[in-house]
């Protein structure tokens, strides 16, 4: 008999900061502080690049706006004070401050300053917090026009285990990153960074962490743009922009969201954890956003969503799309969300989740 079991908890009702928290401003303008949550209410002050707020509460009011070249994106009203000024900010231009207590490994890290690609490539590895310390780093060009030694190089840190770092070009169009038994490697930019690098796999590795990032590429293999992980725990992406493309969590994997903005991309969940929390899932082209497939084994995907957004998918038909054995009635739901915010803001929404039959 097989069984899958999916425990989904979608908690969009509970109020979104119950507690203290605060947030940089990431814009190199600054950002306006308005007397009500819209684009359209007055502006009563600015905040400057860097500076810090305190937010107060959520206002559950959300806005897309288009950007410089077209790009559209999606950003919540918070109410928040910088000094005796209190009013609503637009927070898809905040970095929320993160507790990184949850990562066991950080104290003893090396921390290394990355200018160029060839800083990247020279200091990726265990026990260490690369800050990216320049806006761009097209890690895919550079990885292409000296793939020969650069490969050669960096999977020769590894050790004989089958531990280290591999580049892979399937094409002129496409090249990923693959990590090995990698553990304790933080990537993280003051500047939110935007990393060019069409896919990144990360297999049976632990403690790796990426922070305030975009990553997005503008080329015409973006659909092939994303992640792959495996066998790999504790995986965390925080004030992360995930913009065209993918995230496919394969069996064993340990991955949480926070405060990160899915533009574009979709979740394929296969026999992992995942847990969500204050992130944002918008413009995507699909019926469904998580697709949660099965196989001939027995699978246990967890997926735990709170406090998160999905809106503005103009062909968003459910949330998840679930594949179920035909002869398997034993699948297992555990739904408690408010679906308010998804009728308001997806027009074609019908339903949470749809079963669609295993397809081998």
Known sequence: MKYVLLTVVLLLATKLYSQTYTAIVNSDNGLSIRDSPSLKAERIGVIPYKGKVKILKSSKEFEQIILPKERSVVGEWIKISYKDIEGYVFDKFLRYEIDYTHNNYQSGRQNIDIYTEKD???NIGDRRTLNIKVKRLDLTQYARDNFNTLNKYIFNKGQTNGKGIEINLLNDEYSGLILIRVNDLEITSDLKSTLIFDHI?????EGITFNNLNFFNDKASASLNGFTTSDSE????????L???GLYANPDSDIHFKYCDFNQYILRLHDAKVTIEKCKFYNTEQKAII???????????????SNSFFGFNMNMVNVMEIEEYLDDPHSKFNLLFDENNIIKYNPKYKSLQVLVPFNP
């Open 291 to 305: 697709i949660v497939p099965t196989d001939i084994n027995d699978v246990m995907t967890i997926l735990e969503i």
């Open 201 to 205: 796999q990360i297999e049976k590795s």
């Open 234 to 241: 504790q995986i965390y992406f925080t004030n992360i922009n």
């Open 243 to 245: 913009e065209k493309g």
């Open 120 to 122: 990247f490539f020279d």
